[in-house]
């Protein structure tokens, strides 16, 4: 029989971990986000720290929540992967953080979501809390709710927010999506990050996507995003 304390060998590896043992685990160079995803429920509450670690990781991580529980999942560098079960609690549970990892100065300055980031949030229930954690701070965000080529009001149960982010992207130069179609225009992908960074940052401010956003220093605001982050809202 099992000892109240003794947890020795029978511990469960299904069981709820803190964060810091979480992100212990997945810091081991064993772990290798491209070929893993990896979930685990977290035990306890989370810190800014916390999350300040989950950004030296070098691929992105969300946090979600089941059953009124925080799930961590692990993505790739690029993006947080297409998981069935996460892909739904990004759009219906309480809560979708993800983080932006600066990975080293590869992606420095990645302090907005990103173009998809945005499409993503157009189709998330409004009773699920988005935010990004990057290295400046995190925001809350919600889907575009204004046109910035037009200067109208947007509302995307009505119009489209990939047509939305095109025409942006076409006014500052930029083949958002690849089509490839139009000689004028330079696909992202091929521009240092430094130069795309600073048009998706202005595209969440024109769209006014920004709910509240707190740089890491300000730790009135950190803590009210932490209420959302620990399912206190
Ligand atoms: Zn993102």
């Known amino acids: 029989m099992l000892e ?39 035990l306890g509450e989370i810190k800014p720290d916390d999350i300040r670690n989950l950004l030296l990781l070098p691929f992105e991580v969300a946090l979600t929540e089941k059953n009124n529980r925080v799930i961590l999942s692990t993505g790739t560098q690029d993006d947080i992967g297409d998981d069935p079960d996460l892909l739904s609690r990004m759009r219906h549970s309480r809560l979708y953080l993800h983080t ?25 229930g409004t009773t699920t809390p988005q935010i990004v954690a990057h290295e400046e701070g995190m925001m809350l965000y919600q889907g575009p ?17 990939r047509d939305l982010v095109f025409k942006f992207g076409e006014a500052n130069g930029l083949d958002i999506f690849e089509y490839g179609l139009d000689p004028k225009l330079v696909n992202p992908m091929t521009l240092p990050f430094q130069e795309v960074a600073p048009i998706t940052r202005r595209f969440t401010e024109e769209a006014k996507m920004i709910r509240k956003e707190a740089s890491w220093g300000d730790e009135e605001g950190i803590a009210e995003l932490m209420k959302f982050v620990n399912l206190k809202t």
């Open 4 to 42: 109240p304390g003794d947890h020795g060998k029978q511990e469960n590896p299904q069981a709820p971990k803190p964060i810091g043992e979480i992100i212990a685990f997945l810091r081991r160079p064993a772990f290798h986000p491209e070929k893993t995803f990896y979930e685990h429920e977290v």
């Open 145 to 161: 709710s204004f046109d910035p080529i037009t200067k109208q009001p947007f509302d995307s149960s009505l119009q489209d927010t």
């Open 100 to 124: 932006h990892p600066p990975l080293g100065e590869k992606r420095r300055g990645a302090n907005a979501p990103s173009f998809s980031d945005a499409i993503v949030a157009t189709y998330s």
